[in-house]
């Protein structure tokens, strides 16, 4: 069908009139550059708008305790209660589609009094009591040195990993951090590590001022016990947390002697459940960019098609002339589509060339200025390539199909009497 | 080569009817050079356009090279256009952005004969026409009798049976008439057929018969001693 000599036919009669050519084209062009840029937009804003939720694991929620707010099996209401270190066993044993569960503990907060000292400088920063998986629900990079291990644990070794303002506030340039003692509460602590945390917005200067250490040393250390603040759960990817959540409040309501109906003693933040809310917003969003750059293509579309109308017009006897010399209704008509369908692929592959240069100029606009508010890296997949591409062929025989079939339905000793 | 019997055609315009073709009865034979002749609304063109299958017969019977031609489709009208029949055109219908020597090979095309062959042969049938040096000019490039010379190349390109040749002469001067029909004669004299439709009185009588058409029917085909061409020019 896509012959050498068809190509040579097709590309004639495109040549036949260019400054037409063209015109139909930029109808195209403009229609596939809108849907691109708008996709890419879209792209950017739901980057830009996600990257403020830090990079936890999405499919996570935190929680922590709360006073109850019904007695129950005796015990008052507004009762104060803790999580212990066997809960967590118990969560990982009952379900394991759980992937992580991490119990934490805080010392200080932010903006709090001094608590950390070394030699002569002290800082004010947030102790965190962890388990070696944390880093693993919250990337972190390690700069030098390790993260808590499994025989910091079960040791309960006084070792610490700091952040990079830690780092700033304690140590001189020059100075070997790993090794160093840092004294925490009146507890001396061993520095294993420093971490820096990428590609995060809004908490950036909290979580650089964090201490990890382990979390059976913090509670020997610091007095809390068995006692667990919260918790940081993360599912397996294949189950959402947002499903198991209401089980796992169900067995701790079971461990901590409290009434199934209480909501209130449980607190939680289902991290898995907002982010799924601002995914669906922009998944809208994309349908909106996919629904209103087809709308501009169609318009494109329809020029092409009614050029092609006229060309068929035009050309009415120079079909019949084609006809006369053996030229069958299907030749016709697929040259006509052929037409149309190259035309449209052409100016589409353009704009899509133009749309992606757009998207790099923006880029680079972006990387020169910094970090704009809720919007990063504009960009779009193969797969909106790929989309498009078919939009473009699909458009492209649509488009052809009309022209087509009235080139080949006047008779062709009525087409040839056409002056 | 080609039999008609009997031929009717009617044009029907909203509830009028026009009878055209009210039994057309003639033989052509091979090699003759038959023009048919008729004022305006005779039904020359009519019955040419239905000998070149262009159009069809209401009833009637029309064998081409002993193959009955009726219930075409158009599939199959245009095999047998592009095989059995070669055309010209009063308004000689080049494309006009397309090369002399690619409109000569366009009927090859349609053949489906590989470039290269189609290439060699539009060269050989300009040169016969006498146009071998304007091979790469357009249609705009060449004069009328220049254009109507490639349009009787591109007709002869598929080696068809029989040539049909709707008013050849009728947009050029007479100087350019003779010349155009001294080719026509130069071809006929290789024996093929061909059919030529004019109003001309001289057009008609550099052919070997005229069948002069009036109101439908035949009224006169007579035999007539061929004046050539060349004796005018």
Redesign the interface.
């Known amino acids: 069908m896509f012959s ?2 068809r190509w040579g036919e097709i590309i ?2 495109l ?2 009139n260019k400054i037409r050519t063209l015109l139909t084209a930029f109808g195209v062009f403009w229609g596939i550059t809108i849907l691109v840029l708008l996709l890419a937009l879209t792209n950017g804003l739901r980057n830009g708008v996600t990257s403020g939720f830090g990079n936890f694991a999405t499919n996570s929620m935190f929680m922590w305790t709360q006073g109850t707010s019904m007695p129950y099996k005796g015990l008052p209401k507004s009762r104060r209660f803790n999580y212990k270190i066997d809960d967590v066993a118990a969560l990982k044993s009952q379900f394991p589609e759980l992937k992580y569960v991490s119990p934490r503990n805080q010392l200080g907060g932010y903006n709090g009094a001094n608590n950390v000292i070394r030699g002569t400088k002290t800082g004010a920063f947030q102790i965190y009591g962890d388990y070696p998986e944390f880093i693993k629900q919250k990337p972190m990079d390690i700069l030098q040195g390790r993260f808590i291990s499994y025989s910091d644990i079960n040791a309960k070794r006084k070792i610490c990993v700091i952040g990079p303002d830690v780092v700033k506030g304690l140590y001189n340039k020059d100075e070997d951090i790993i090794g160093s003692f840092i004294k925490i509460n009146g507890v001396n602590f061993m520095v294993v590590g420093t971490f820096k945390i990428t590609n995060s917005q809004g908490d950036s200067e909290e979580e650089a001022n964090t201490i990890f250490v382990p979390f059976t040393t913090f509670g020997q250390a610091f007095n809390f016990g068995n006692n667990v603040s919260w918790m940081a759960i993360t599912a397996n990817d294949n189950t959402s947390i947002t499903d198991v959540k209401e089980s796992v409040f169900s067995l701790m309501r079971e461990r901590h002697t409290i009434h199934p109906m209480d909501e209130r003693a449980i607190g939680h933040f289902d991290l898995a459940k907002e982010f799924g809310k601002i995914n669906g917003l922009f998944s809208i969003l994309a349908i909106v960019g996919y629904f209103v750059g087809a709308l501009v293509l169609m318009s494109g579309i329809i020029g092409i098609s009614n050029i092609m109308l006229i060309v068929v017009k035009e050309r009415t ?2 079909i ?12 016709i008509k697929s040259q006509i589509l052929q037409e149309s369908l190259i035309l449209t692929i052409l100016s589409g592959m353009v704009g899509i060339s133009f749309a992606a240069f757009v998207i790099w100029v923006m880029n680079t606009i972006l990387d020169n200025v910094g970090p704009v508010e809720n919007f990063a890296n504009p960009s779009v997949s193969m797969t909106v390539v790929f989309t498009a591409l078919i939009i473009l062929v699909v458009s492209g025989v649509l488009a052809g199909l009309i022209p087509a079939n009235s080139a ?1 339905k006047m ?3 009525d087409a ?1 009497r056409i ?1 | 080569m080609i039999q008609i019997k009997d031929l009717h055609k009617s044009y029907h315009m909203g509830s009028n009817s026009l009878h055209v073709l009210k039994g057309i009865n003639f033989d052509v034979k091979e090699g003759e050079l038959v023009s048919i002749m008729g004022s305006s609304g005779s039904g020359k063109s009519t019955l040419l ?1 239905i000998l ?1 299958m ?2 069809e017969a209401d009833t009637g019977q029309y064998i081409l090279d002993n193959v009955p031609i009726k219930n075409l489709n ?2 199959i009208a ?2 047998y ?3 059995f029949l070669g ?1 010209i ?1 009063q ?1 000689f ?1 080049l ?1 006009n ?2 090369s002399a020597a690619d409109n000569v090979a ?2 090859l ?3 489906g004969i590989p ?1 290269k062959e189609r290439t060699e042969k539009a060269e050989h049938y300009l040169e016969k026409v006498g146009l071998k040096e304007w091979s790469h000019h357009l249609p705009s490039e060449l004069s009328g009798g220049q254009k109507q010379r490639v349009a009787i190349a ?1 007709a002869l390109a ?1 080696e068809p049976k029989v040539l049909l040749a709707d008013e050849p002469t009728g947009a050029l001067d007479t100087k350019t008439s003779y010349e155009v029909m001294e080719l026509i004669q130069g071809i006929n004299d290789e024996g093929k057929t061909i059919l030529v439709v004019t109003h001309e009185e001289d057009i008609a009588h550099m052919t070997k018969r005229i069948v002069n058409l009036k109101d439908g029917i035949i009224i006169d085909d007579s035999r007539v001693e061929q004046v050539r061409a060349d004796q005018h020019v």
């Open positions: 050498k000599d004639e009669a040549n036949a006897k120079e019949g002339v084609r006809r006369a010399l053996g030229a069958t209704p299907w030749t080949t008779k062709p000793v040839l002056e | 356009n070149g262009l159009d158009e599939k245009a095999r256009r592009n095989e055309f055109f308004s219908n494309i952005y397309k366009l009927p095309y349609y053949k470039r591109r598929s």
